[in-house]
C-alpha cells in the first residue's frame, strides 16, 4: 500500500509530489481546478514519458481529494500488480531498449 505521509494541500500549493511503488510512479500537482494525479510505468521520469503513455486523473483539491488520489492510486496498483511488478523486475532492459510500457486502462 502506498502511504504518503505529510502530503497536503499546503505541501501541494508549493510543489508536486512525485513517488513510485513496485513499478508504479506517480506524479501528484495542483492544477487550477484541483489535484491532477499522473501514473506511469519504471523506469521512465515523468518527464522523459510520453503524455499518451500516462494515466491521469482529477481531483478535487482538498484533503479529501488527497485521501481520494491516495486511495486510488492504491487500487491502481493493487487491480494490476502483475503489469507494475513486470514494469519494475524489467526497469533496466526497458532502459537500455527505450521501451515504454504504457499503464494499464
Not at 50 to 59: A, D, S
Not at 71 to 76: G, M, R, S, V
Amino acid at each position: 500500500m502506498l502511504e504518503t505521509a505529510g502530503l497536503s494541500t499546503k505541501f501541494l500549493k508549493k510543489e508536486a509530489f512525485s513517488g513510485s511503488h513496485k513499478g508504479m510512479r506517480y506524479t501528484i500537482k495542483k492544477s487550477e481546478e484541483g489535484i491532477i494525479v499522473y501514473v506511469y510505468s519504471e523506469p521512465w521520469s515523468f518527464e522523459m514519458t510520453p503524455e499518451e503513455e500516462r494515466l491521469i486523473k482529477e481531483f478535487d483539491f482538498s484533503d479529501e481529494g488527497v485521501q481520494e488520489a491516495i486511495a486510488w492510486l492504491n487500487e491502481l496498483y493493487d487491480s494490476h500488480r502483475k503489469f507494475w511488478d513486470n514494469a519494475s523486475k524489467n526497469k533496466m532492459a526497458n532502459m537500455l531498449t527505450g521501451k515504454h510500457l504504457g499503464v494499464p486502462k
